[in-house]
């Protein structure tokens, strides 16, 4: 069991801080993602205070729960940005961020999401391509605007994760190769419309083991100190997002603090602001999916299954990456029957959980999806016919819907006959 301040049985119910998980369904329906906003400010002063003698400024990766309230929440307590497209620099913008805290990202950015970007004013835009450069330059010159830029560098570290959520590997597409760096600093002298501000990174995403921060991070500084002595004034080192969180009990994540330990005495003495994006260490553990049991069966190889109302189109990393949900019933119950817990969609990928230990709950009961706060909602689709569930965010007894389910009407309302 996934223990929480945040989600926790109150008697035989769990709970969302005061307000109960039964109680959300009743008013909401299910499939229904439920957010507490005090485990969101918590995890974002954990995460500040463990850099806290560091000069730095944290940058919400938007990406992982873009939920306006979520980003709200979050820049209200002086939390900024990284957005990874125009569709996230307006959310960012809608959401009240002001622009000079919000950071452009993107390995393919459209000339249109570079002119809205920079119309915008963001502090900055982070380049992963020659071609990107000479692109944000020129659209920057016909803006009559100078472009801040911060260079993504590919520093070739390969952190273990899953191979799909592992970006800083030379056979990834993402950031700029080292031994094409010369060329790039070279090329800023062509482009007059750019200045270089930044230096970047992003290694990968729930990466346990704060050794490749490390080894990326030498990199990085030796790139620093190349482009001092060239006469770049870089105010900014970012060093991405990446951290992790317990998805499982039995595999807890390497608290922070460990990796704040061995990165401050390296930037420190450096002098530069340095930037971290986190995404899912501020949002996956403030989140539930909560879905009711449709139908239980069992086939002849004693297989158990517990049909829910929710699936892959609301949650598609089992499927996607084979990650671990913990699944946990709203009622409590002592014992426990070993089954799949699965979807409605007609794909054999579209379970939460296999072959494990679940609360002896019936039909009819609910059952919460743990950990579903980050690249959740985010990833949900309208595959066979779904519409996108509702969310709520909790604050002690208080509940707001921070998003409507979708209705029939809005999954047609953009075709034509
Ligand atoms: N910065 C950049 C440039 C990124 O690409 C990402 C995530 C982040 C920051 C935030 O990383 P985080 O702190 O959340 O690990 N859908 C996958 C994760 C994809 C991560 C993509 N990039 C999943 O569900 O595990």
């Keep these: 069991m996934l223990d929480s301040n945040f989600f926790h049985y109150t008697g035989t119910t769990l709970c969302c801080d005061e307000v109960s998980l039964e109680e959300l369904a009743t008013t909401f329906g299910t499939p229904l993602f439920v957010t507490s906003r005090r485990s969101l400010i918590d995890s974002y002063q954990i995460f500040e205070l463990a850099f806290k003698l560091l000069p730095h400024f944290t940058c919400y990766s938007v990406k992982a729960n873009y939920n306006l309230s979520v980003i709200r929440t979050l820049s209200e307590l002086g939390c900024g940005c990284d957005v990874n497209s125009g569709g996230e620099l307006y959310r960012a913008l809608q959401a009240g961020v002001s622009p000079e805290k919000i950071i452009f990202a993107g390995v393919g950015k459209r000339a249109d999401e570079i002119v809205y970007a920079l119309q915008s004013e963001v502090l900055m ?189 609301e949650l598609i990393r089992p499927a996607l990456y084979q990650s671990h949900h913990e699944v946990q019933s709203v009622t409590f119950h002592d014992e426990t029957v070993v089954a799949d817990v699965v979807g409605p969609i007609c794909e054999s990928s579209d379970f939460f959980a296999r072959h494990r230990a679940i609360p ?58």
Excluded: W
Aim: glycine share 8%; proline share 5%.
């Design 360 to 417: 002896q709950a019936e039909e009819g009961e609910l059952l919460a999806v743990m950990s579903s706060g980050a690249y959740a909602a985010v990833m949900s689709s309208n595959y066979n016919g779904r519409l996108r569930p509702a969310e709520v965010m909790v604050n002690g007894s208080e509940v707001k819907l921070v998003r409507k389910r979708e209705t029939l009407e809005q999954l047609v309302q953009n075709e034509r006959l």
């Design 125 to 313: 835009l982070k380049a992963e391509s020659l071609s990107e450069l000479r692109a944000i330059d020129r659209i920057a010159g016909e803006l009559g605007k100078r472009a801040a830029v911060a260079i993504r560098i590919n520093p070739n570290v390969t952190a273990e994760t899953h191979p799909y959520i592992t970006t800083g590997d030379s056979k990834e597409k993402f950031g700029i190769d080292e031994l094409e760096l010369p060329s790039v600093f070279s090329l800023f002298s062509q482009l007059p419309n750019l200045k270089l501000v930044g230096l970047d990174m992003h290694i990968g995403s729930q990466i346990f083991d704060p050794e490749f921060y490390l080894a990326a991070t030498v990199k990085l500084l030796a790139i620093f100190k190349a482009s001092k002595e060239l006469g770049f004034a870089i105010e900014f080192l970012d060093i991405g997002g990446g951290f992790p969180v317990t998805y499982d009990p039995l595999k807890p994540a390497t608290p922070i603090e460990c990796f704040a330990e061995k990165l401050i005495p390296m930037l420190l003495p450096l002098g530069v602001k340095v930037i971290f994006e986190p995404g899912r260490y501020l949002v996956a553990n403030a989140s539930v999916l909560l879905t009711r049991i449709l139908y239980k069966k069992s086939n002849h190889t004693g297989k158990q299954f517990f049909v829910v109302d929710a699936g892959m189109t």
